[in-house]
């Protein structure tokens, strides 16, 4: 170990022979140079122990020689990204990222690619043994079975992997099941939720622990040799096996059937009927004994009794005399005591009781029971808690980016993605036909990381751009990487550019757990009238809500071959939208920007609505005078971070002294006028733009106002070009 400080140097040429590099326990900070991917034959890369703050460095997928990644105790944070080459990490045999602040869920398709890790290697050998020169070894430090140890040599049949001490959450991916030659791995000190190492050969007692005992007996199936909690099969070797937790309780458990239930019902009625008896019998307790003696005797003596013996003897006419049921029950003696009452009652029952209680007796003898009725326990499970990012106010993080773009733009395109995108808050992904080449990486460093689109988008039909099939199915691409706490889909262009905390003040209106289709229409009425007004423009952005978006991605295959027709994604993602039945709802701070020209005029009277995105930077003029677009945006930039509300917010004022009137957009602009104007032609945009298409005059989807001749009528304008921020103090 050394003491080295600053940065790892991005130095690393292409066609370079570096095939180990180690700098581990040092004082190293900043971020991984992506120039590494141009060491190609690089096979050990160790860089843990160190001040590294990055993300993931998903261009070492690029190293398909690459056999040990050490990047453990850094600050490595945002989301693990999985494979999106061919053979990406097909020869990574020892993987350690543990002791940092990575998140997300553990990726499916990261463990699939572990070609190393999945066929057994059985040649004993030593990586860096088939060097030119057989002196030198490799060595690397690692945690072995809780302890720290340093290889000296790295046996080809050694495989690891850690990710212990960081803070992944969900399932456990299925696909670390088929790392067969897998000698250890570490998830401990995360957040993960279900655990399987089902069908191996694993032995010897499960271990027990808070989170181990939450795992039923399917997570161990298929090891024979396993035993203990949660297995039916016990252990011998003397210990304590844990509290066997609550589970249904059936008859053969307790003895509680049908027969236990019919024999309480008829001795309770028996008892009753005795006690009744009993009570007449002694005549105690008196009141109640009299209340009942007067019941009887009132409805001896009504008056209903002969009436009711009328309409018997009525309806019976047609039956022969000697059948009159009405007369045989005159011949009937009734008791007139309720004593003699119970008597005769509590004879009947205790009979049946006695008969009830034998046939039970030989029942129960010659016919054994096999299936009996219960009443199962009612399961003790707590009831499962609704996840706590279900509520409360939408926040960045709820949302997940899906930008388009491809490998022969996103060089160029990325250093606007750069402008707006923070590793350390947002989340997503570009998402690219191909791996990109290593041009304007200084760009891509600080722009979102790319995934390749899944190779299914080639079977589709398309009229005129199959890129467009590609791009619209960037949301189900986006959501099938199922991250946790995605509340919003946002789509866009590789150089559309957005304003994130304005961007989270608008969705954050809406209800999450509806469905939601949010975006903006062209300026220029001639595209809007081409494709649609219910269509959310594409380089402007767009939100579809997590409801909205379980629902189109179950259809969207389907709808792509309906629309194939179709010209861009957007509109395809708009018809499949309306076969949902959900509308757009427009929120006027998307910007297609299908304008030509100079956009000064929009902006300077932008709508009274939260400034959410940009597009099409490349083909308008430079928002500020003597400025290049990079520079203009960055100037706006800095304003917005002072104030991002009220960014391009217009503001308008008179000097009546003076004749003056006076427009003001925050952060851009101040235009003076001198003479008297009234509010709505401050408020209507100057015509300093064309339409998109045919460069006309228009009509755009807002009123315009063209650019006056006479000198003295058009404003003084001055643009912004320094801001700052002071507190004020007293009154």
């Not at 008896?277 to 009141?287: D, E, G, N, Q, S």
Request: charged share 20%; glycine share 6%; with cysteine.
């Amino acid at each position: 170990m050394n003491n080295f400080q600053g940065s790892i140097p991005a130095l690393f040429s292409k066609g370079n022979s570096l095939r180990y590099f180690n700098f581990n326990g040092n004082q190293l900070g900043g971020q991984i140079p992506p120039s590494i991917a141009n060491c190609k034959n690089l096979e050990v890369l160790d860089i843990g122990n160190n001040k590294i703050d990055d993300t993931f460095p998903v261009f070492v997928e690029t190293l398909t020689q690459l056999q040990v990644l050490v990047l453990r105790s850094n600050k490595l944070h945002g989301f693990l990204k999985g494979a999106t080459a061919n053979y990406s990490f097909s020869k990574l045999r020892i993987v350690d990222m543990s002791s940092n602040s990575l998140s997300g869920t553990l990726p499916l398709d990261y463990f699939s690619s572990l070609e190393a890790m999945i066929v057994p290697d059985q040649n004993i050998g030593y990586i860096g043994e088939n060097m030119t020169a057989n002196t030198y070894q490799y060595s690397v430090h690692m945690t072995w079975k809780g302890w720290g140890i340093d290889l000296i040599a790295i046996q080809t049949i050694l495989t690891i992997i850690d990710f212990s001490a960081n803070k992944f959450i969900g399932n456990i991916p299925w696909s670390i099941g088929k790392l067969e030659s897998l000698k250890q791995l570490n998830l401990s000190h995360n957040y993960l939720n279900v655990f399987r190492v089902s069908h191996n050969q694993l032995e010897g007692r499960i271990p027990l622990g808070k989170q181990l005992d939450t795992f039923d007996s399917s997570s161990y199936e298929g090891n024979s040799e396993l035993c203990g909690f949660p297995l039916k099969k016990a252990c011998n070797d003397g210990e304590r096996q844990p509290i066997t937790p609550l589970k249904d309780v059936s008859e053969s458990e307790n003895g509680f059937g049908w027969k236990a239930v019919l024999t309480g019902y008829v001795c309770g009625f028996v008892f009753g009927v005795t006690m009744g008896y009993l009570v007449f019998r002694i005549r105690k307790p008196i009141w109640f004994v009299k209340m009942v003696e007067e019941a009887v005797l009132l409805i001896k003596n009504s008056t209903a009794a002969p009436f009711f013996q009328h309409n018997m003897e009525m309806s019976l006419t047609r039956l022969q005399p000697s059948h009159n049921p009405v007369k045989k029950l005159k011949s009937i003696p009734l008791p007139d005591k309720p004593c003699e009452i119970f008597a005769i009652l509590a004879r009947i029952f205790i009979l049946f009781c006695l008969v009830s209680s034998i046939s039970l007796i030989f029942y129960t003898t010659f016919f054994p029971q096999t299936h009996s009725l219960h009443f199962p326990a009612p399961k003790r499970t707590a009831p499962e808690p609704k996840p706590e990012h279900e509520f409360g106010p939408t926040n960045i993080s709820h949302i997940l980016f899906g930008i388009g773009g491809s490998a022969a733009t996103w060089n160029d395109r990325s250093r606007y993605s750069s402008l707006w995108w923070d590793a350390k808050k947002t989340r997503g992904f570009v998402w690219l036909d191909e791996i990109p080449g290593d041009k304007n990486n200084s760009f891509r460093i600080s722009a979102p990381p790319y995934r390749l689109s899944s190779p299914e988008w080639t079977r589709f039909k398309f009229s005129s751009s199959r890129s467009a099939v590609r791009i619209a199915r960037i949301i189900s691409d986006s959501f099938k990487l199922n991250l946790p706490d995605v509340r919003w889909f946002v789509m866009g262009d590789d150089d559309t550019v957005y304003f994130t905390d304005n961007l989270v003040s608008v969705l954050a209106k809406y209800d999450h757990h509806r469905m939601w289709y949010i975006g903006g229409n062209s300026e220029s009425v001639e595209q809007d009238v081409m494709h649609t007004y219910g269509m959310a423009f594409g380089g402007g952005g767009f939100a579809i809500s997590y409801p909205l978006a379980e629902k189109l991605v179950k259809i969207l295959d389907g709808c792509l071959d309906r629309y194939y027709y179709f010209y861009g994604s957007d509109e395809r993602i708009w018809a499949c939208i309306s076969e949902i039945g959900v509308p757009l709802t427009r929120e006027q701070g998307f910007h297609q920007f299908d304008i030509r020209g100079s956009a000064y005029g929009l902006l300077a009277a932008h709508p009274v609505a939260p400034l959410v995105s940009l597009h099409h930077l490349d083909y308008v003029d430079s928002l500020f005078p003597y400025k290049n677009q990079m520079d203009s945006f960055k100037s706006l930039n800095r304003a917005y971070q002072l104030d991002p509300p009220r960014i391009l917010q217009q503001t308008h004022c008179h000097d009546k002294n003076r004749k003056w009137s006076i427009s003001i957009a925050w952060g851009f602009t101040v235009q003076l006028y001198r003479l008297l104007l009234p509010a709505k032609d401050l408020q209507t945009p100057l015509l300093t733009f064309k339409t998109w298409r045919s460069w006309s005059a228009g009509p755009f989807t807002f009123n315009t106002q063209p650019m006056k001749s006479n000198p003295c009528e058009l404003p003084v304008v001055l643009c912004w070009s320094r801001l700052r921020k002071w507190a004020r103090v007293g009154p």
